[in-house]
């Protein structure tokens, strides 16, 4: 009913920038809170940053400074841009979204399948 696709992940040297995009499609009536969180090799999964339809975003403090959250809520998008990449950046991002589906008037939140970003020179 409703796809998560997100892209522009990769391998980049340190102090390198990256943005990762998200675009939700599908039965969408309306989206809430988007967000991105990352999974690092033997850790948890963790809340990178998250953004709500008004534009308010908050951030995990490892990233404050460093990585800004937007949207655009006609494109059902959210981006993600990096910039001063650390190798300890490197992880499995996944984006979120908390969507109020039209094909059965309910809320529920999805995932995207991840995508790969690398820091390491």
């Known amino acids: 009913q409703v796809q998560l696709v997100e892209s522009g992940g990769g391998l980049v040297q340190p102090g390198g920038s990256l943005t990762l995009s998200c675009a939700a499609s599908?039965?969408?009536?309306?989206?809430?809170?988007m967000g991105w969180y990352r999974q690092a090799p033997g850790k948890q999964r963790e809340l990178v940053a998250a953004?709500?339809?008004?534009?308010?975003?908050n951030y995990a403090d490892s990233v404050k400074g460093r990585f800004t959250i937007s949207r655009d809520n006609a494109k059902n998008t959210v981006y993600l841009q990096m910039n001063s990449l650390k190798p300890e950046d490197t992880a499995v991002y996944h984006c979120?979204?908390?969507?109020?589906?039209?094909?059965?008037?309910?809320?529920?939140?999805?995932w995207g399948q991840g995508t790969q970003v690398t820091v390491s020179s």
């Open positions: 979120n979204a908390y969507v109020g589906v039209s094909a059965g008037n309910y809320w529920q939140t999805f």
């Open positions: 599908g039965s969408i009536f309306s989206i809430t809170s």
């Open positions: 953004i709500t339809s008004g534009g308010s975003a």
